[in-house]
């Protein structure tokens, strides 16, 4: 009982992770009907921008609270920025190609963003430095919880309230449902989509960046290809939760964490390998769309001739 | 001159070609005149991009189903190919060569090996594309990426395959057989889509509910693309795996498959040449940019992604399109200068799909 317990909060926090991810993949998705294959590389990208913050800034030097929300508002407003000008360079010009296009234009600003860092920074890891204090508590039983996984549920329960609260009682996220409804009819409307489209894709970012930040913090390890296989976890994620749909997201970044967690501490009693833990991520992702081809949470939407 | 025996002059030709190639590729060259060991390794890395690339557009470009599994099958073609050659193939190629002889007894081997990786990895297609093939555009490629990665992640864990290690395989593959292989599959692929098939398959992709109210058996034509694809994909594995003679299983992860869609998106989807052009065009690009300039070359994936972004940015319905490249075309553009209207070649009618005209973009939004 105790390392189920112990399970489910380890797998609750690499969830969160992907549940921030995800929403980023599953807004943009909604609005433009784009996978953006980059945006694993922007959790990348925020993981690092607070790395060198942190030395920049000289908060490597120990942990502080202070530090620790600098840094982590520092990287979230400068991927931000980075996933302003991706959107504005890159996808852009081709909204209106086919879908194809799009996509791989995306492989491209992915494989571009990857292969500058690796080319600027080299491919070894790099110890991230800690700014929290860590610390384990012992809840009930043996189960413990750190310090880490605590600020990393906090964090990213509270952004994603945050998140509810822009898209449902702000003038911006009411543009942006009516964005993701119907571009044209929102056009129409008077609303300025470049613009709602660009605020997403700032909004998507910031959150990859502070999944970014956290999980350096749980995992203080960071390289520039870290953001492919997460990235691609977290896509799935999104697709499992149902993609465009925000709770699902959340949904299905937390299953695929819990899935994942369990496959590595259970797995071997029922002879399934511990490599296995990144292929069940997609395992669920094909029993579910068999039976529920738009997701947990996504509409069916009736095809119309 | 009849159909037939111009057809039979051609293949004639064409294999005397190969072989001339083949040799001329070898270490002992031909006339004295050899192609240098790092140029004959990228022509035969291209030859089998080549296989990939047509198989890939056979069930994307022709179909339209977006497949992102393609290194997937490869994957379950060298892997099966190989399990063949490291353990029978040298106790049959004894057995055989004692009856007809030792080179002769080494090529069937191989050719048996290449039909066990094809058929393997169509049936991995047959089970992948049954269920997959119910689902559409995105959420199909995501599904296909899934089959593909767990495909590799169950390799990793056999052990008599070289698990994480990898594993050792005789090279047997030359020039001839990448060659021979890859003419076949564009033959092979040319003649589907000049077909009753092929038909259904491009009014599969330019409307899949029209194809079926007037009757065509969507399903069983898809998952039909889907085998046949993933056959070729297997039989491409089989050659690349005899021809680096080591398999690791990160050969044939997601971004393989991305390679091959950026090779038939390059290339234009739905265009045979255009698929050859892509295939080759990537596999030579990251070679040519080895030659930047002194601190430059570091940067060379950076130039080669920034490349491809741009050329999406500025030709975003690939090279050709959806024409081929062939001497009707060179005829046809001299008749009309500015005539770039894609005229169906053998009678398939092909619409035009870049950019999508203001009732598609109506009828997308409507279906959203």
């Known amino acids: 009982m105790d390392t189920f317990v112990q399970q489910l909060i380890n797998g609750l926090t690499i969830g969160a992770i992907y549940a921030l991810i995800a929403l980023g993949y599953t807004m943009v998705y909604g609005i433009l009907r784009l996978i953006n294959f980059a945006h694993g590389d922007i959790y990348m990208v925020g993981a690092f921008v607070g790395y060198f913050l942190a030395f920049q800034l000289g908060f490597a030097t120990g942990p502080s609270l202070v530090g620790l929300t600098v840094v982590l508002i520092g990287s979230m407003i400068a991927a931000a920025l980075v996933g302003m000008a991706i959107e504005r360079f890159a996808y852009r010009p081709i909204r209106k190609y086919a879908r194809m296009t799009t996509l791989i234009t995306a492989i491209g600003v992915s494989l571009l963003i990857e292969n500058l860092f690796v080319a600027r920074l080299g491919a070894a890891p790099r110890a991230f430095p800690q700014l929290l204090r860590e610390q384990s508590y012992t809840l009930f039983g043996n189960a413990a919880i750190s310090k880490s996984q605590i600020l990393i549920f906090a964090v990213s329960i509270a952004l994603m309230i945050l998140l509810q609260w822009v898209i449902f009682k702000t003038k911006v996220g009411t543009a942006m449902r009516a964005v993701s409804f119907n571009l044209n009819s929102a056009k129409l409307m008077g609303i300025n989509t470049d613009f709602i489209i660009s605020f997403t894709f700032a909004l998507g970012s910031a959150l990859a960046a502070a999944g970014g930040v956290l999980t350096a913090q749980y995992n203080p390890q960071i390289d520039p290809l870290m953001g492919i296989i997460t990235g691609l976890k977290a896509f799935v994620a999104a697709v499992l939760g149902g993609i465009g749909n925000v709770p699902g997201a959340v949904l299905g970044g937390l299953l695929i964490g819990i899935a994942e967690t369990f496959v590595v501490g259970y797995g071997q009693n029922v002879g399934v390998p511990t490599t296995f833990r990144d292929a069940v991520a997609f395992a669920i992702l094909i029993l579910v769309l068999l039976f529920r081809p738009t997701g947990l949470l996504g509409s069916t939407v009736q095809e119309k001739v | ?368």
């Not at chain 2, 002769?104 to 049936?123: D, M, N, R, T």
């Not at chain 2, 070729?232 to 003679?245: C, E, I, K, N, R």
Request: aromatic fraction near 10%.
């Open chain 2, 1 to 368: 001159m009849p159909t037939l025996v111009k057809r039979l002059l051609a293949a004639l030709v064409i294999v005397l070609l190969l072989i001339a190639m083949n040799s001329y590729m070898s270490e002992a060259g031909l006339f004295g005149f050899g192609v240098p060991p790092y140029y004959a390794r990228v022509i035969m890395l291209a030859g089998i991009n080549i296989i990939l690339a047509v198989s890939l557009n056979l069930i994307t470009g022709f179909t339209g189903q977006f497949s992102i599994g393609h290194a997937g099958f490869m994957a379950v073609g060298a892997y099966s190919s190989a399990y063949l050659t490291v353990y029978y193939a040298q106790a049959w190629e004894r057995s055989l060569g004692g009856m007809v002889g030792g080179s002769l007894a080494h090529a069937l081997i191989f050719l048996l090996a290449i039909l066990v990786g094809a058929i393997v990895a169509a049936v991995a297609g047959l089970i992948v594309g049954i269920p997959s093939l119910r689902l559409r555009g995105d959420y199909l490629a995501i599904v296909t990426l899934g089959f593909a990665e767990i495909i590799r992640i169950v390799i990793l864990n056999i052990d008599k395959v070289g698990g994480a290690t990898g594993f050792t395989v005789p090279g047997y593959t030359n020039f001839l057989w990448v060659g021979a292989f890859a003419v076949i599959t564009i033959v092979i692929v040319y003649n589907i889509v000049h077909s009753d098939v092929g038909r259904a398959l491009v009014s599969i992709r330019e409307d899949e509910l029209a194809a079926e109210a007037m009757g065509i058996n969507t399903t069983h034509y898809k998952v039909l693309a889907f085998v046949i694809s993933s056959a070729l994909a297997g039989m491409a594995g089989v050659l690349f795996g005899h021809y680096t003679s080591f398999l690791s299983t990160n050969d044939f992860q997601f971004i393989r498959s991305f390679e091959i869609i950026i090779m038939i998106v390059l290339g234009g989807m739905g265009s045979l040449t255009g698929s050859v052009f892509g295939a080759i065009v990537i596999t030579i690009m990251p070679e040519l940019l080895r030659q930047l300039p002194g601190d430059l070359s570091r940067y060379r994936l950076v130039v080669y992604s920034a490349l491809l972004i741009l050329i999406m940015l500025t030709r975003p319905q690939g090279i050709l399109g959806t024409r081929e490249f062939g001497l009707s075309w060179l005829k046809r553009a001299r008749r009309r200068p500015e005539g770039d209207k894609p005229v169906g070649t053998g009678g398939v009618p092909i619409a035009e799909q870049e950019p999508p005209s203001a009732i598609d973009r109506a009828k997308e939004v409507k279906n959203q």
